[in-house]
């Protein structure tokens, strides 16, 4: 994820994000691509949406599977991740309220 997008709420634009898996589709599918060229195809679709790389890459791999296999493995890995979806907000809520504590602590003894 770009560095100043780090900060911000992910909002997802579905069409962006369906003609960022295409062009990465289409690029993994042609075989005159290099492997470089496809992971400077995948980069650029991260800076443009916005968004973590691993997430981006988990999402490709997911869309480019067959609609029975993602059929069965998304009827797994939805409960799964919606298990612990609240886990791991928690958790990051909790590292965020951290993140604020320590910089109000430092602003208080700038002043």
Same mark, same amino acid.
């Not at 589709?25 to 992971?39: D, Q, R, V, W, Y």
């Given at each position: ?19 960022s898996? *295409?062009?990465?589709? @289409? ?11 496809? @992971?400077?195809q ?7 949406? @916005? ?6 890459? $988990? ?7 067959? *609609? *029975? ?6 009827r797994?890995?939805?409960? $799964?991740?919606e298990?612990? $979806? ?11 309220d ?11 003894? $700038?002043a």
């Amino acid at each position: 994820m770009p560095k100043d997008m780090q900060d911000k709420e992910f909002s997802l634009d579905l069409q962006k994000l369906r003609g960022s898996l *295409d062009r990465i589709h @289409g690029k993994a599918t042609s075989s005159s691509e290099s492997s470089s060229s496809l @992971g400077q195809q995948r980069k650029q679709e991260v800076e443009t949406l @916005g968004c973590h790389k691993d997430a981006l890459s $988990m999402v490709e791999r997911i869309d480019r599977m067959s *609609d *029975d296999k993602r059929a069965d493995f998304l009827r797994s890995f939805r409960p $799964m991740f919606e298990g612990l $979806m609240p886990q791991w907000e928690e958790a990051m809520q909790d590292m965020l309220d951290k993140a604020a504590a320590q910089s109000d602590d430092m602003a208080g003894a $700038m002043a």
